[in-house]
């Protein structure tokens, strides 16, 4: 069974406060009955706005941000209208079923989604913030990042705690780099701590003993189950605890982690028992969270609500037969297996500081989403790859360009490093696996499928009587190939017949088996691989996901490619790859396929969202070339070679290289 989350009570707001404080002030003197009268304690709660404290402010104590949080009451009819949104995307969740048991390799994932949605659907709650803290870690808990509520009315702060955790080799500790990391934040959050008195510098390297109580490590696999979600392995959760590099967009940077950054705010400080650096004494330090604004500005909750919480032009979807539409929604080009983060705000995202950042020359093709390096010796190159969310010309020739660098270089080693990938578009990631395996090899798509239930039968079928196209739906034929590879047409009806598909018994009807059609123009494959497929090798600490997911389990199955993952729990088995669904459809997607199939009367059609969210779910299967009836989320796939972070390697992709670059290619 899924645990939902045991987070700490948030403290209370002032108006809860009030009440109290004025009792044991005016108590001893015998004033309570005149001063405390029921309507003046209600006058006092009435008129205070916590929100109005905060206001403008960038960096905030959490619990004030909480407070004003907690101050929007509990509305049965906000609650009603978000579960019908969210049950009834769960209609078409492609996943529902396995949840019932999921078993081996991945049983923290197994729960009845229905048996909780009408949990959430009767139980009281004090306030609006409570309601959607229950919906928000009951789906990050599915550990499925494809599938997430999200209530952006509650995701408008970031919680960052000044000792960002990083696992090594030796142990648990707060990132050596800490400081030269989080001065990045700038002199607000300096001042913020040091008004606290609070030197948070001193702490940076040191080893940390205990986390809340709980040993370190044990409390990092508590995060990892209970609030990381996004990834049905355990470890690969694990790795997304903690502090780690990536590429952000097209830049180099580092993640606070889950534990240093969550989006939700929950808590206020953090016990941590440490040794810090160049010291054998253990101390007991309070670190403070603080809360980073990322959502829009307020000056009070008037304006939180109005500017956070209310649905926009862009929270619900659109009738893409009418031209007139007000929205700036646009028709993804092709598929998409989803970038991990979805949210429409910004996260806090900071530079790797420059240490860490590597010093080789990039290759050409390097000003994107990869970049790509010739390593010392010109034995090995290597291609960082940080996402497949890229422009649809750059991204193929980017992949060209550093290809034609790296041959002419001399090299015949290729690393391709995924670490915290968080995936982009199916076609791109398709893309790259054709180049290197070369036309000859024929195309490669996985097999999938999507949902078949009465109402995306109705979809379909509305779509054809319509005439409609790859333009306005993605439910249409012409977005798609029949599995031997022949184009469909906009008339083909997939989902009749639908395919019964049995799980944990249940039958559930699902469309016909049907592949990603990928049309990239003015592309032109190599016949054979630039490179031998037994001098290429994957590295990344498993957070791989969705399409980079897809690609290396593309890599795996089919070429046998060699994986090393990174870090995870020492004691505990870990993936090379994250979620893996095939694609994802946000609620506005969704809602705009049924829009403009004109079945938004549809008895089974959800509602419009009347707040300011986004309930994503998985739409589409991919299944295992192994296992045509697996799909590849619940393949388990592990790595042939697994290493530790050391302090050299934790922060340092220049130096992640060298290390694999010999541990797989010795002194070639």
Request: aromatic content about 12%; glycine content about 6%.
């Given at each position: ?74 509305n049965e009819t906000v609650r009603q209208n978000v579960m019908s949104v969210v049950s009834r995307v769960f209609d078409f ?253 910004p996260r806090t995202a900071l530079g790797l500081p420059r240490p860490y950042l590597p010093t080789l020359n990039p290759t ?305």
């Open positions: 069974m899924v645990e939902i989350s045991s987070y700490h009570s948030p403290p209370r707001s002032l108006p809860g406060i009030l009440p109290a404080m004025l009792f044991a002030l005016f108590k001893p003197y015998g004033l309570l009955p005149s001063l405390l009268s029921s309507a003046l304690l209600a006058s006092v709660a009435k008129t205070y706005d916590p929100c109005a404290k905060i206001g403008g402010l960038t960096f905030v104590d959490p619990a004030d941000a909480i407070a004003c949080q907690r101050s929007i009451p509990f969740y492609t996943f529902e079923d396995f949840y019932l048991e999921s078993g081996p390799p991945f049983p923290e994932t197994s729960t009845n989604i229905r048996k909780h949605l009408k949990l959430f659907n009767e139980k009281k709650y004090a306030t609006d913030y409570d309601f959607n803290l229950d919906l928000w870690a009951f789906t990050t808990q599915l550990n499925d990042g494809h599938t997430r509520w999200y209530p952006n009315c509650y995701l408008t702060y970031q919680n960052i705690l000044p000792a960002p955790i990083v696992l090594l080799d030796k142990g648990v500790f707060i990132a050596p780099d800490s400081v030269q990391f989080l001065r990045q934040l700038g002199k607000d959050f300096i001042n913020y701590l040091e008004a606290k008195n609070f030197d948070w510098k001193r702490f940076a390297g040191a080893k940390v003993l205990e986390i809340d109580g709980f040993p370190a490590l044990n409390y990092i696999d508590k995060i990892a189950r209970t609030e990381s979600g996004n990834f049905l392995d355990h470890n690969v959760r694990v790795n997304s605890v903690v502090s780690g590099y990536r590429l952000a967009q097209t830049s180099f940077s580092q993640r606070l982690g889950d534990l240093a950054g969550p989006i939700f705010l929950t808590r206020t400080s953090l016990d941590i028992v440490l040794i810090p650096r160049n010291s054998t004494t253990s101390q007991r330090v309070v670190f403070p969270y603080v809360a980073s604004l990322t959502g829009t500005n307020f000056t009070n909750k008037a304006t939180y609500y109005s500017n956070n919480c209310a649905p926009t032009n862009e929270t619900n979807g659109v009738d893409l037969r009418s031209s007139a539409s007000g929205s700036s929604q646009r028709r993804p080009i092709l598929a998409r297996a989803a970038r991990l983060d979805p949210a429409t705000k050409n093709g390097s000003s994107g989403v990869i970049k790509s390096f010739v390593l010392p010796g010109n034995k090995t190159g290597v291609m960082f790859v940080g996402s497949f969310d890229g422009n649809f010309t750059q991204f193929p020739n980017d992949v060209v360009a550093a290809i034609n660098d790296l041959q002419a270089s001399g090299v015949t080693n290729l690393l391709i490093d995924v670490t915290n990938n968080g995936g982009g578009f199916v076609c791109l990631g398709l893309y790259l696996h054709q180049y290197l395996a070369g036309s000859n090899f024929g195309t490669s798509a996985f097999e999938s499928t999507s949902r078949a239930n009465p109402l995306a039968q109705r979809i379909l079928r509305a779509d054809i009587r319509q005439n409609l196209n790859s333009t306005n739906s993605f439910y249409t034929g012409d977005n798609w190939q029949f599995v031997n590879g022949s184009k469909m047409s906009q008339t083909d009806d997939y989902n009749d017949p639908s395919v019964l598909y049995i799980i944990n018994n249940r039958n559930e009807p699902t469309s016909q088996r049907f592949e990603d059609l990928c049309p990239l123009a003015n592309v032109t494959l190599p016949e054979s691989p630039p490179f031998d497929l037994s001098n290429v090798a994957i590295v990344g600490n498993g957070n791989c996901a969705s399409t980079c997911a897809l690609f290396t389990t593309l890599m795996y199955e089919l070429h046998n490619t060699t994986m090393v993952v990174f870090g995870g729990h020492p004691d505990l088995p870990i993936e090379f790859k994250g979620m893996a669904g095939n694609q994802v459809l946000e609620w506005a997607e969704l809602d705009s396929e049924i829009k403009t199939a004109g079945l938004k009367q549809d008895p089974l059609a959800p509602p419009d969202l009347i707040v300011n969210a986004n309930m994503r779910h998985n739409w589409r299967t991919a299944y295992s070339y192994f296992d045509k009836n697996t799909p590849i989320a619940y393949r388990s796939e592990q790595p042939q070679y697994r290493f530790p972070y050391t302090e050299k390697t934790y922060n340092n992709p220049q130096n992640v290289w060298l290390f694999t670059e010999k541990k797989l290619f010795g002194n070639q």
